[in-house]
Nanobody, 116 residues
Framework: QLQLVVSGGGLVLPGGSLSLFCAASGFSFSALAMRWYRQAPGKERELVATISRSGDTINYADSMKGRFTISRDNRKNTVYLQMDSLKREDTAVYYC?????????WGRGTQVTVSS
């Protein structure tokens, strides 16, 4: 059964850090690029970062460059998102995702709230 289990969200102060985890199962994780998205209240879902299947190619949305780091461990079937220097506008539900055979697959999402 295909699963993307996202964890690691929570409440953090502005300027703080948080790590997100996406544990995958039920598909060939190492064969697929992975993505992190987020959706803030009242806004459309936006792409945060992508990582190639080997981890060699990484891309970030402009507003996350220098603050967020995506990585993966194909031995553990897990993709990570390290978020530093968090801002209030980073408050959102964060999702991991991949595409295969023309379909998009999503984890349930985890809430990240940046607030004092």
């Amino acid at each position: 059964q295909l699963q993307l289990v996202v964890s690691g969200g929570g409440l953090v102060l502005p300027g703080g850090s948080l790590s997100l985890f996406c544990a995958a199962s039920g598909f060939s994780f190492s064969a697929l690029a992975m993505r992190w998205y987020r959706q803030a209240p009242g806004k459309e879902r936006e792409l945060v970062a992508t990582i190639s299947r080997s981890g060699d190619t990484i891309n970030y949305a402009d507003s996350m460059k220098g603050r967020f780091t995506i990585s993966r461990d194909n031995r553990k079937n897990t993709v990570y998102l390290q978020m530093d220097s968090l801002k209030r506008e980073d408050t959102a539900v964060y999702y991991c995702s991949f595409s295969s055979s023309g379909n998009d697959y999503w984890g349930r999402g985890t809430q990240v709230t940046v607030s004092s």
